[in-house]
């Protein structure tokens, strides 16, 4: 099985998370941009254009006060929704800039030594805190790392599956697994 520091070097599976992460987080927002601003380009000039027709005495009072807050409407709501666009684009580069940070700080320590080193309650923190979910199926564990694609684990490479041995889960939570009846 292998260990967080052989997974924190293994460049083939940082750069899945890397694309995973860009994925899941990336919509698909490049021809959006593009949309999004020519309509609020055209918003734009369909406002000048209004207003002209108001100055030019052929559009009344009234039918100008409700176009133009028609028009307003949308622009504020294209520029809100680019204001959400470029936060979420700021969020997705600081998930980036940690992915990268985590990874380079798993190369370097030594994470046995820590293991060994921590109290059970020590333990169980860092498990908390780096493993999202567990789930078990008949024939491997699906492992949900935070923020990284599950890892399909077979019960053989954690030791947990002989032949014939059956596994009980704790229903108290980060209880280990263990064979049936021991």
Same mark, same amino acid.
């Given at each position: 099985m292998l260990g967080l520091r052989e997974l924190a070097g293994d460049d083939e599976l940082q750069e899945a998370i890397r694309a995973q992460l860009s994925h899941t987080l990336g919509s698909d927002e490049?021809?959006?941009g593009v949309t999004r601003q020519a309509t609020l380009t055209s918003l734009l000039a369909k406002r000048?254009?209004?207003?002209?027709?108001?100055?030019? +005495?052929?559009?009344?009072?009234?039918?100008?006060? $409700?176009? @133009? #807050?028609?028009?307003?409407?949308?622009?504020?709501?294209? !520029?809100?929704?680019?204001?959400e666009v470029e936060a979420e684009s700021a969020r997705q580069d600081e998930l980036a800039?940690?992915?990268? +940070?985590?990874?380079?700080?798993?190369?370097?320590? $030594?994470? @046995? #030594?820590?293991?060994?080193?921590?109290?059970?309650?020590? !333990?169980?923190?860092?498990?908390?805190e780096l493993v999202e979910a567990v789930i078990v199926f008949p024939d491997h564990?699906?492992?949900?790392?935070?923020?990284?694609?599950?890892?399909?684990?077979?019960?053989?490479?954690?030791?947990?599956?002989?032949s014939g041995m059956r596994i009980c889960v704790s229903e108290r939570g980060l209880e280990p697994l263990r064979p049936c009846g021991h």
């Open positions: 490049s021809g959006r000048q254009k209004l207003l002209s027709l108001h100055y030019e +005495d052929r559009i009344s009072a009234d039918a100008f006060g $409700d176009e @133009e #807050a028609r028009l307003t409407r949308q622009i504020e709501s294209l !520029r809100a929704e680019e204001a800039e940690r992915f990268s +940070d985590v990874a380079a700080l798993l190369r370097e320590i $030594d994470v @046995e #030594a820590v293991w060994k080193a921590g109290t059970a309650a020590e !333990r169980r923190v860092l498990v908390e564990l699906e492992v949900q790392a935070v923020g990284a694609p599950p890892i399909n684990v077979t019960l053989a490479e954690v030791g947990l599956r002989e």
